[in-house]
């Protein structure tokens, strides 16, 4: 391939030439990075969007049937993990056509930031969002849209690293699917990882965690597997 020299570099070596173009290659990359003190955190961005609403924020839950509660940090934000075994995911009432909100073995996130809640299945599964408010010890859930016609209220309380949900009402089809998912099995907050369990009741591997196939102790009850 012929390589047509810029005009000011006309008569000179083409290694030169290869040199110059090389050069200024570099020059027009420098700055582009992520890193450095003009860069913006995550965490700034979810708060530059939540205040553009949902037309601009992709983030932003849509609100089906109540308007957009404001981005302020709220008592219960975090996010809370658990792991569902194949003992609780094939236990009796399970449902195979029901997402998010279906039983599957794996790992799954419940996250609350500012009004907004989000529900994920371990890559590549199913994912839910909605919005919240909290007055004093209970949540109240609504804009969810796999039950955009009911709000769901729960009493709650986050102690020893681990979040509690108790449902006070919630009609959230099908057969309350919605109240039995969120409180079947415990959710532990991030950063507790396996803190507190007897070292014999942590699974030796995920696989092991997800499936149940491990000899699990008879002292080590199911709220044990995280």
């Not at 849509?62 to 003992?87: H, K, M, N, Q």
């Not at 509690?164 to 507790?192: K, N, S, Y």
Request: with cysteine; charged share 25%; hydrophobic share 30%.
């Amino acid at each position: 391939m012929r390589i047509k020299r810029p005009r000011h570099l006309r008569g000179a070596p083409l290694a030169l030439v290869a040199s110059a173009i090389v050069l200024l290659s570099a020059c027009s990359d420098a700055g582009t990075g992520d890193e450095g003190s003009g860069a913006t955190s995550e965490r700034e961005q979810n708060d530059s969007c939540y205040e553009l609403g949902w037309k601009e924020c992709p983030d932003e839950p849509y609100p089906f049937s109540t308007p957009l509660p404001p981005a302020e940090p709220t008592a219960i934000d975090g996010t809370y993990t658990r792991v569902i075994g194949e003992d609780i995911a094939g236990a009796p009432g399970k449902c195979r056509r029901c997402p998010p909100y279906r039983l599957e073995p794996g790992a799954e996130t419940l996250t609350f930031d500012r009004g907004r809640f989000f529900v994920e299945h371990e890559p590549p599964g199913f994912r839910s969002s909605g919005h919240f408010r909290i007055d004093g010890g209970q949540l109240e859930l609504f804009n969810d849209a796999n039950c955009i016609e009911f709000e769901g209220i729960y009493e709650w309380d986050v102690s020893s690293e681990v979040l509690t949900l108790d449902a006070v009402e919630d009609e959230c089809p099908f057969t309350r699917l919605r109240q039995r998912f969120l409180m079947i099995e415990e959710w532990r907050t991030a950063e507790a990882g396996t803190a507190g369990i007897a070292p014999e009741c942590i699974p030796p591997s995920e696989e092991a965690a997800v499936t149940g196939h491990w000899p699990i102790p008879e002292e080590c009850d199911s709220e044990t597997k995280a």
